[in-house]
């Protein structure tokens, strides 16, 4: 993990999300704690536990995307889950681990493309080797393309001058349907159980030779190459200290589950819920198919709009383990200008670079984007506010046409202006009933 300072997290942050300055200095200084963590001593550094936090605020404002890119700059695992869907009948107490072991699962992957890429060269070299093999025992190859050595062949190998030869080549028998992923793991797990690999393994089907071109070859076998070349066990053990250590789960939607009533019905489950996920918060160990993961230094990441119910509704032991709640401003219309064009992936950018491929050079002029972001805003204020998420529509809803004619425009130098603005979306705005099913 890089040792980036506060400062730098947030200038890092401010490439992509617009405002929300006390967020970002939260998760900065959260992200900064787990550097300085590490920079304890031994006997202290286990005591230290993460500073969770609240982010509590509308829809669309960025709550989500902050903790996205913080986990990007951190290099950690990540993962998104609606505390929501912890209602649903069925769910139990046992399966709200199953965070842990989707996180545990994101980091492995993670570890295992990291490896992937060391190896790349070795794994392409190997195959390489095979293929040739395979081509040296066919004269025919060399007749056609008047090869007097195996240097040759090699060299029109790299340049894929032999990508469509047919060559006869040895790959792993995989089932045609993964049955193994059709039964659920959860439960499975806690008896030490991984069955989709004990499944797989009870059905293997041994190694056969298959007739397919040089190209579908290299295909083929560059992934089982570099997974021979990959130690396992070193990429288990990274991975399952990078998610004790670095890990970060966003729990969204806390809000939903929040309630506290008595009596029967969903207020008492959503209690139960809370319940649930309050040791994972809190800090325990979940056995997963790759080991003991303890969640003590896991980061928790909670948000929610918390419209009808408030951070205070929580069970107060829960309340005890997101120490900080920061607040988020809902969007004004010089943000919805900032988000057009201001951030590093701003949507007036992605619409440019669309429209580029078909050889269109799309110019929104300033008075456009302003004409935008006032539809947006008053869009926002007459029916769901639902943040930055309406400038997708409402941007979707204006290209439109140029969108479906775009193939039969090639070379054209289309200006949008506010003019353009108000004749495709005023009259769908001033129709309130309209408006709602449209943008």
């Given at each position: 993990?890089?040792s980036?300072?506060?400062?730098e997290i947030?200038?890092k942050?401010?490439?992509y999300?617009?405002?929300?300055?006390?967020?970002?200095?939260a998760?900065?200084?959260?992200?900064r704690n787990?550097?300085?963590?590490?920079q304890?001593?031994?006997?202290?550094?286990?005591?230290?536990?993460?500073?969770?936090?609240?982010?509590i605020?509308?829809?669309g404002?960025g709550?989500?995307?902050?903790?996205?890119?913080l986990?990007?700059?951190?290099?950690?695992?990540?993962?998104?889950?609606?505390?929501s869907k912890?209602?649903?009948?069925?769910?139990?107490?046992?399966?709200?681990?199953?965070?842990?072991?989707?996180?545990?699962?994101?980091?492995?992957?993670?570890?295992?493309?990291?490896?992937?890429?060391k190896?790349?060269?070795r794994a392409?070299?190997?195959?390489?080797?095979?293929?040739?093999e395979?081509?040296?025992?066919k004269?025919?190859?060399?007749?056609r393309?008047?090869?007097?050595?195996e240097g040759?062949i090699?060299?029109?190998?790299?340049?894929?001058?032999?990508?469509?030869e047919?060559?006869?080549v040895?790959?792993?028998?995989r089932?045609a349907?993964?049955f193994?992923?059709?039964?659920s793991?959860a439960?499975?797990?806690?008896?030490?159980l991984?069955?989709p690999?004990?499944l797989?393994?009870?059905?293997?089907?041994?190694?056969?030779?298959?007739q397919m071109?040089?190209?579908?070859?290299?295909d083929?076998?560059?992934p089982?190459?570099a997974?021979k070349?990959?130690?396992?066990?070193k990429v288990?053990?990274?991975a399952?200290?990078r998610?004790?250590?670095?890990?970060i789960i966003f729990?969204d939607e806390?809000d939903?589950?929040?309630g506290?009533h008595e009596g029967?019905?969903?207020?008492v489950?959503?209690e139960?819920?809370?319940?649930?996920?309050?040791?994972i918060?809190?800090?325990?160990?979940?056995?997963?198919?790759?080991?003991?993961?303890k969640t003590?230094?896991i980061?928790?990441i909670?948000?929610?709009?918390f419209?009808t119910?408030?951070?205070?509704?929580?069970?107060?032991?829960?309340?005890?383990r997101?120490?900080?709640?920061?607040?988020?401003n809902?969007?004004?219309?010089?943000?919805f200008?900032?988000?057009?064009?201001?951030?590093?992936?701003?949507?007036?950018?992605?619409?440019q670079a669309?429209?580029?491929?078909?050889?269109?050079?799309?110019?929104?002029?300033?008075?456009a984007?302003?004409?935008?972001?006032?539809?947006?805003?008053?869009?926002?204020?007459?029916?769901?506010?639902?943040?930055a998420r309406r400038?997708h529509?409402?941007m979707?809803?204006?290209l439109?046409?140029?969108s479906?004619?775009?193939p039969?425009?090639?070379?054209?130098?289309?200006?949008?202006?506010?003019?353009?603005?108000q004749?495709?979306l005023a009259?769908?705005?001033?129709?309130e009933?309209?408006?709602?099913?449209?943008?």
């Amino acid at each position: 993990m890089r040792s980036l300072t506060p400062r730098e997290i947030v200038e890092k942050l401010n490439k992509y999300i617009i405002g929300q300055d006390k967020a970002k200095r939260a998760v900065a200084i959260a992200l900064r704690n787990r550097w300085r963590r590490r920079q304890v001593p031994p006997e202290l550094r286990d005591e230290i536990a993460p500073k969770n936090i609240i982010m509590i605020g509308p829809t669309g404002v960025g709550k989500t995307e902050i903790a996205r890119r913080l986990s990007r700059l951190a290099q950690a695992p990540f993962l998104k889950v609606e505390a929501s869907k912890y209602t649903e009948v069925g769910y139990v107490g046992r399966d709200v681990e199953s965070m842990i072991r989707d996180l545990t699962e994101i980091a492995v992957k993670m570890v295992q493309d990291e490896e992937k890429d060391k190896i790349k060269e070795r794994a392409k070299e190997i195959v390489e080797n095979k293929i040739i093999e395979q081509l040296k025992g066919k004269p025919e190859v060399y007749e056609r393309y008047r090869a007097g050595s195996e240097g040759e062949i090699i060299e029109l190998y790299r340049n894929g001058k032999l990508d469509k030869e047919i060559i006869q080549v040895e790959v792993s028998a995989r089932p045609a349907i993964p049955f193994a992923q059709i039964i659920s793991s959860a439960g499975v797990e806690e008896m030490g159980l991984n069955l989709p690999d004990m499944l797989g393994q009870m059905f293997h089907r041994p190694d056969r030779p298959k007739q397919m071109t040089v190209a579908e070859a290299r295909d083929a076998l560059l992934p089982e190459e570099a997974d021979k070349l990959i130690d396992k066990e070193k990429v288990t053990a990274e991975a399952l200290t990078r998610v004790q250590e670095t890990g970060i789960i966003f729990i969204d939607e806390l809000d939903k589950i929040s309630g506290r009533h008595e009596g029967a019905g969903p207020d008492v489950s959503r209690e139960g819920v809370q319940r649930d996920i309050l040791p994972i918060v809190e800090g325990s160990t979940v056995l997963t198919k790759y080991g003991m993961v303890k969640t003590d230094h896991i980061l928790f990441i909670a948000a929610g709009a918390f419209h009808t119910s408030k951070p205070s509704d929580l069970i107060p032991e829960l309340q005890g383990r997101f120490p900080t709640r920061v607040e988020l401003n809902a969007l004004t219309r010089d943000d919805f200008v900032r988000i057009l064009t201001d951030p590093e992936n701003a949507l007036v950018k992605q619409y440019q670079a669309l429209m580029e491929t078909e050889e269109i050079r799309l110019e929104f002029r300033p008075d456009a984007i302003k004409e935008i972001a006032h539809l947006a805003e008053q869009v926002n204020d007459t029916a769901e506010n639902i943040g930055a998420r309406r400038l997708h529509t409402i941007m979707e809803k204006l290209l439109e046409e140029i969108s479906y004619d775009a193939p039969e425009m090639r070379g054209a130098h289309v200006v949008i202006d506010a003019a353009y603005v108000q004749e495709k979306l005023a009259d769908i705005v001033k129709n309130e009933d309209l408006s709602r099913y449209i943008l």
